[in-house]
């Protein structure tokens, strides 16, 4: 067989196979996250640096890049490409603009993102530009991020804000919700609430629609935000974590320039020199990545805030915890994919370190922690023996990870 006809036969298999999934009623392949995401908003610049760039992404111990701001070109956007895969980094580029099938691709490239808080008026526009990505690149994800829950109604173009991502999910056909919320965390300002009610509803309409989610949270000081500590960073995630999360980013990585923003103080400063936000990162990711395996096999079933004072045995009824000594919690209840239960045990403080009495419903035999230095299950450790009952140290804003077998 010549190689011109080899080449036509080639082409017709192609052909026929489209129209066999067209005639079977098949559609494109969509996204699916099979490990935990630990990103960013704002890339670093496509200057003569862009090596040491990567490379120090993933020294810090993120696993996505999430592009749009420094690579922009496609000879930009494939440059990133190849050095994402070099450090074994994962990368969503921008596809804003062009026809999807156009866009640079390739193997370190997890998706393209369209919008960033758009109005639910620009819904029907973004479903049909996910539903071309979905066709042109099969299995890559067309991300959207929302508005958070403070946006003005106005801006969301709903009466509500579950309406907003209600609808959102409904019109779109999304395969990840995301969504950011920059919570004030300082003496006369405390945003955390609203941090955990966003989080909320988000969580709802993801378990509905069988999707994951994601969120981005504040690493800098802008406009009244204040400058977070490394236990504020903690708060936000492992909040974000006990509610179900499968990806959560930081705002920003590298220090956007403008009004906003005079300050600096993102992962990176606008001149490439890292922050103490990077050795913070760092350390945080590194924990995140070993946790990440066993975060992706649960589902969420509860999510319970206990305040201090609070009765936790009557919150706490029907979940693998029987009781908490009186403190700040929130405790997020989860199925595993093996059958057990998942407890993922926060201190609400910021600010306090905390030590709480814990009782489980299971036999401490039947009860291991996640090791977040080694991903592995170990057992249960009482981390202060000669007190009665099995105390657990939770450092300011912590969460431990936990499963429980019947």
Request: glycine residues 8%.
């Amino acid at each position: 067989m010549t190689h011109t006809r080899q080449m036509k036969w080639a082409l017709s298999l192609v052909c026929f196979a489209g129209l066999i999934q067209t005639s079977l009623g098949q559609t494109p392949a969509r996204f699916e996250q099979k490990e935990f995401v630990i990103s960013f908003w704002v890339d670093p610049p496509a200057d003569e640096q862009m090596d040491v760039h990567y490379r120090r992404i993933a020294e810090a111990n993120f696993t996505v890049v999430l592009g749009g701001f420094g690579a922009t070109t496609p000879e930009q956007m494939k440059r990133q490409l190849e050095l994402c895969e070099k450090y074994g980094l994962k990368v969503i580029l921008p596809g804003r603009q062009g026809p999807a099938d156009q866009l640079p691709d390739g193997p370190a490239c997890i998706g393209y993102i369209l919008k960033d808080e758009p109005t639910a008026a620009e819904f029907p526009e973004l479903a049909a530009r996910v539903k071309e990505f979905r066709a042109a690149r099969p299995g890559k994800l067309a991300l959207i991020n929302l508005f958070p829950s403070y946006a003005p109604l106005s801006a969301l173009g709903t009466p509500s804000y579950d309406e907003h991502v209600r609808l959102f999910v409904e019109q779109t056909n999304t395969d990840v919700l995301c969504f950011d919320y920059y919570p004030m965390m300082t003496p006369d300002a405390d945003g955390r609430q609203g941090y955990c009610e966003n989080l909320e509803v988000v969580r709802r309409h993801s378990l509905q629609a069988g999707i994951p989610f994601w969120n981005f949270f504040n690493t800098m000081p802008f406009g009244p935000h204040s400058d977070p500590t490394e236990a504020q960073l903690c708060w936000q995630i492992y909040t974000s974590l006990a509610y179900g999360a499968k990806g959560v980013l930081y705002f920003c990585y590298w220090t956007p320039r403008g009004h906003e923003f005079p300050k600096g103080g993102a992962i990176i400063t606008p001149e490439g020199r890292p922050t103490r936000h990077y050795e913070q990162a760092k350390r945080i990711n590194a924990r995140l990545q070993q946790l990440g395996p066993t975060l992706m096999k649960l589902t969420s079933t509860q999510v319970v805030r206990i305040k201090p004072k609070e009765d936790s045995r009557a919150l706490l009824k029907g979940t693998p915890l029987r009781s908490l000594s009186d403190g700040d919690y929130l405790v997020g209840i989860f199925d595993h994919a093996d059958g057990r239960q998942g407890v993922l045990l926060n201190n609400y403080h910021f600010a306090y370190t905390a030590w709480p009495t814990v009782k489980f419903a299971a036999d401490p035999d039947k009860i291991v922690e996640i090791d977040p230095q080694t991903g592995e299950e170990v057992p249960l450790r009482d981390d202060s023996p000669d007190m009665p009952g099995l105390q657990l140290s939770l450092d300011a804003g912590e969460g431990r990870l936990f499963l429980v077998s019947e």
